[in-house]
């Protein structure tokens, strides 16, 4: 599978999140054939939900997609690793595998803080970190530059 292509596309809806001043995360879900299931970017303040993240929006549009809320042999790709809800969230969704940018070192549950992926969980979860994490750091950083 082409981790850069749906990377860039992250990147893409995460740029958009940052234009409507959401801190810059995009997520992308495809499925075993490289067809895109479902897309999110955050939206926590244009919803004022503290489910407004960017990997809930696709994990939603994921199961719509597929009639079924197990993606097992989906891929999802994200600018920055998750929080312990989104990865809770992949975790019972059986996500085959995870894919992100930039690490999160206040929150992130994928390496950072902890991996909740690890855990004894009854599925297990590929983890990819570190891919495209310097243009996903640039957006975040540019983001967080404006806003101080």
């Not at 809930?56 to 809800?85: H, I, K, N, Q, Y």
């Not at 019972?92 to 995870?98: F, K, S």
């Amino acid at each position: 599978m082409e981790f850069e292509r749906y990377m860039r596309r992250a990147l893409e809806l995460a740029a958009a999140a940052a234009d409507e001043g959401e801190v810059p995360v995009g997520c992308v879900i495809v499925d075993a054939q490289g067809s895109v299931l479902g897309e999110g970017r955050n939206r926590r303040e244009a919803t004022r939900a503290v489910t407004g993240h960017a990997e809930l929006e696709a994990l939603t549009a994921a199961c719509a997609a597929r009639g079924d809320w197990r993606l097992d042999d989906c891929t999802a790709f994200v600018t920055l690793e998750p929080c312990p809800m989104c990865a809770g969230a992949f975790i019972n969704a059986r996500l085959g595998t995870l894919v992100y940018g930039a690490r999160e070192p206040n929150y992130g549950s994928a390496a950072s803080i902890l991996n909740l992926f690890e855990e004894r969980y009854p599925s297990h979860t590929a983890i990819f970190g570190g891919i495209l994490a310097e243009e996903s750091a640039e957006l975040l950083k540019a983001f967080f530059g404006k806003r101080r």
